[in-house]
Nanobody
Framework: QVKLVQSGGGLAQSGGSLTLSCAASGFTFRDNPVTWYRQYPMKEREWVAGLTGPGAGNAPYYKESVKGRFTISRDNDRNMVYLQMNNLQPEDAAVYYC?????????WGQGTQVIVSS
């Protein structure tokens, strides 16, 4: 069964840090672009950070508002992708999702809540 399972998240103080993890099972995503999204209540999901596929150099890219604070990485041996979030701000509070896009299918994680207390 193909699925993405997220972990991490939770509560952090403003200025604090959290790490989100996304584990893939049922397929190998080393050759696929991965993206982290977040969703505010009553809003559409927005991308936050991503890694291009090997054809584009596995390059990271970030939403402007998180540059310098968030870091996306992947561990191909463990079939996992991470989002390290530092200096969290109240506006970072949202539900975060990982997404992996293969040549035929888009897979989403189940979502994980990030709460930031001021």
């Amino acid at each position: 069964q193909v699925k993405l399972v997220q972990s991490g998240g939770g509560l952090a103080q403003s200025g604090g840090s959290l790490t989100l993890s996304c584990a893939a099972s049922g397929f190998t995503f080393r050759d696929n672009p991965v993206t982290w999204y977040r969703q505010y209540p009553m809003k559409e999901r927005e991308w936050v950070a991503g890694l291009t596929g090997p054809g584009a150099g596995n390059a990271p890219y970030y939403k402007e508002s998180v540059k310098g604070r968030f870091t996306i990485s992947r561990d191909n041996d463990r079939n996992m992708v991470y989002l390290q979030m530092n200096n969290l701000q109240p506006e970072d509070a949202a539900v975060y999702y990982c997404k992996v896009q293969t040549s035929t299918t888009i897979y989403w994680g189940q979502g994980t809540q990030v709460i930031v207390s001021s």
